[in-house]
């Protein structure tokens, strides 16, 4: 029943920012972790950032210091905020909701292009 829905991607120049967002038709119970993956072609679909419903968050080492995982919980919307994009960060970018309960929901993905 619970959809995703992913916006705020787009081109932008290396160097630049860019926000992406994603809400969830509904509000969601039993969220065990909200993540952002991305997936670039002729890779495999990797993490991203992830942020746990305690407020924990994890990165992947390529974007450390650069993007922020944020959940706005009265809005059903989670954020990535990026900075500093870099050409390597173009891929199609995918949020996720992990539930207890070893149930996953994905979005259908926003495109995010960095020129060089």
């Known amino acids: 029943q619970v959809q995703l829905v992913e916006s705020g991607g787009g081109l932008v120049q290396s160097g630049g920012s860019l926000r992406l967002s994603c809400v969830a038709s509904?509000?969601?119970?039993?969220?065990?972790?909200n993540a952002w993956y991305r997936q670039a072609p002729g890779k495999q679909r990797e993490l991203v950032a992830a942020i746990s419903s305690g407020g924990n968050t994890n990165y992947s080492d390529s974007v450390k210091g650069r993007f922020t995982i944020s959940r706005d919980n009265a809005k059903n919307t989670v954020y990535l905020q990026m900075k500093s994009l870099k050409p390597e960060d173009t891929a199609v970018y995918y949020c996720?909701?992990?539930?207890?309960?070893?149930?996953?929901?994905w979005g259908q993905g926003t495109q995010v292009t960095v020129s060089s």
């Open positions: 509904r509000t969601i119970f039993g969220i065990r972790a």
């Open positions: 996720n909701v992990d539930l207890w309960g070893s149930s996953i929901v």
